[in-house]
């Protein structure tokens, strides 16, 4: 079992930067790792993923050259820091872990975390 906790959400305005981070917790920290996002009214979608070595990264076209996703399996902490902040970037978002290869796909995640929130204004 693997329990995710993520911080650092919050109200930013719209330019401005954000960086998220996931606590894992339990089994050893092996596993991918994933960004996903929800807002309201919307289907959760992906947003970046890291493979366990933290040598293979991918992107939601949305946010490529924006976000940068990271990992220090010493601290089994998962990073996501967003720069250039748009409104629509504004969600709840989750982290998430998948024993096994890295991969964009939202149900091959086996474990989440309940989300932190971020608020863009424009």
């Known amino acids: 079992q693997v329990q995710l906790v993520e911080s650092g959400g919050g109200l930013v305005q719209a330019g401005g930067s954000l960086r998220l981070s996931c606590a894992a917790s339990?089994?050893?920290?092996?596993?991918?790792m994933g960004w996903f996002r929800q807002a309201p009214g919307k289907e959760r979608e992906f947003v970046a993923a890291?493979?366990?070595?933290?040598?293979?990264?991918y992107y939601a076209d949305s946010v490529k050259g924006r976000f940068t996703i990271s990992r220090d399996n010493a601290k089994n902490t998962v990073y996501l820091q967003m720069y250039s902040l748009k409104p629509e970037d504004a969600a709840v978002y989750y982290c998430?872990?998948?024993?096994?290869?890295?991969?964009?796909?939202?149900?091959?995640?086996?474990?989440w975390g309940q989300g932190t929130q971020v608020t863009v204004s424009s």
């Open positions: 890291i493979s366990w070595s933290g040598g293979s990264t």
């Open positions: 998430a872990a998948r024993v096994g290869v890295v991969t964009p796909n939202l149900g091959a995640y086996n474990y």
């Open positions: 339990g089994r050893t920290f092996t596993y991918a």
